[in-house]
């Protein structure tokens, strides 16, 4: 079956689309601080809807790797999601380069005052981070970040669109995009840890976690599972994919449980090692955001532990489309919240709120995301043909 674009789909992603403009432009003449707080606001959703988009190209590498055969009816859903990508590179640009000339100061690392001697506003720990932290450097990386996560998502869809015209025993095909997949993994296993650097944990300068990598990694691999979920749901609610049973929403709902536990494992590793250590150069960052931002902090861990936790235990609530999606845009908005509190505090200070601003940046590039991915899903049948794992996919049980 085919999803078709309608005109209300359209105007309502326009609709949010424009929201988000008004509020961009709009907040540029807030007074004290207003340039600062747009942009921070566009990193912060800019960069947790690209989070999204990756996670679709990363679930997907991850079932052709694992030859996972159950998720194969949903292989569309994945695709779509990844093609967001090179719109959200753009947007993440967009902020990298308003930094790199100065039009905000988010990254204060960029400021070339930080590293000469003589100036007043030398920063002697931030010099000696400058063989890794200098502009030149940092757009190689991030250049190359985008290039090839980008290259990869086109090229898995290239090929799964080949895939559904095969005329021949499609395994041999299907191995070949395994070691594709296997490829880009490792590529992912790297740089997802590497760019939370370079993009996010280098707003708080003087700080550093080992774990700070992978905990963006889960925050973003739990929100694209929801977006994910949601999208299935959606589709399915209009009669397109009947091919959907219970199982299936089943497993979804039980990644979307499980990895919630990923990211609060890796929030309280990082939290606790800190404040057992006491270090006053460590601790700053928890401080930061404790003592500004007291009720966003435990409010986040609040929202996006114990509600998957109490909500998502049973069988039946992960196969309840109602459910899922009460749960999932509660656990989605908690987890934006909490990309919004990692980069707040270091780009605002205790100047950053929840306000029109930023939920109108938020709802805007929610617009943009769905205009690009419900555009995507419509350009193809939701069901791929000539796949190896369809019929097992189709005949998918849990008891």
């Known amino acids: 079956m085919e999803y078709v674009f309608d005109g209300r789909a359209k105007r309502l992603t326009l609709i949010l689309m424009a929201v988000g403009l008004l509020s961009i432009v709009l ?154 997949a296997a490829v880009f993994l490792v590529f992912f296993g ?70 919630s536990f990923l990211w609060t494992y890796l929030f309280f590793c990082q939290f606790m090692l800190y404040w057992y250590s006491d270090i006053p150069e460590e601790v700053m960052y928890f401080q930061a955001r404790i003592n500004d931002y007291t009720w966003l902090f435990w409010g986040t861990l609040l929202i996006n532990f114990i509600f998957p936790m109490l909500l998502l235990m049973s069988k039946d609530a992960k196969r309840n489309p109602g459910f899922l999606v009460f749960v999932g845009v509660i656990i989605f908005f908690g987890h934006w919240m909490d990309v919004f509190m990692i980069i707040s505090p270091g780009a605002m200070k205790d100047h950053g709120v929840i306000g029109l601003v930023e939920i109108g940046t938020f709802l805007g590039f929610l617009g943009l995301f769905l205009y690009i991915v419900l555009g995507a899903l419509a350009k193809r049948p939701l069901l791929v043909k000539n796949h190896p794992m369809l019929e097992e996919s189709l005949h998918h049980h849990i008891n």
């Open 190 to 259: 790297y740089t997802s840890v590497t760019a939370s650097w370079d993009w996010i944990m280098s707003i708080d300068t003087h700080w550093f976690s080992t774990i700070f990598g992978w905990y963006i990694f889960s925050g973003m691999w739990i929100s694209g599972m929801v977006m994910m979920t949601l999208l299935v749901v959606y589709l399915k609610g209009k009669g397109l994919m009947e091919f959907v049973n219970d199982s299936h929403m089943h497993d979804m709902g039980k990644w979307v449980f499980a990895i």
């Open 27 to 180: 907040g540029f003449f807030g007074g004290d601080h207003a340039s600062q707080r747009v942009w921070t606001s566009i990193l912060i959703s800019g960069f947790f809807f690209f989070g999204v988009g990756l996670t679709g190209t990363f679930f997907l590498a991850i079932q052709y790797a694992a030859e996972s055969g159950w998720p194969t009816v949903l292989k569309r859903i994945f695709e779509g999601v990844a093609a967001y990508l090179p719109i959200g590179s753009l947007a993440l640009i967009l902020v990298f380069l308003a930094g790199t000339f100065h039009f905000h100061h988010i990254y204060h690392w960029m400021d070339a005052e930080l590293y000469d001697p003589a100036s007043p506003h030398y920063d002697e720990l931030i010099a000696h981070k400058q063989a890794y932290l200098n502009l030149p450097f940092w757009w190689i990386r991030t250049i190359a970040y985008l290039a090839v996560y980008i290259w990869f998502t086109m090229l898995f869809r290239k090929r799964s669109l080949m895939e559904d015209e095969l005329t021949v025993d499609p395994k041999p095909f299907f191995i070949k995009n395994q070691t594709l």
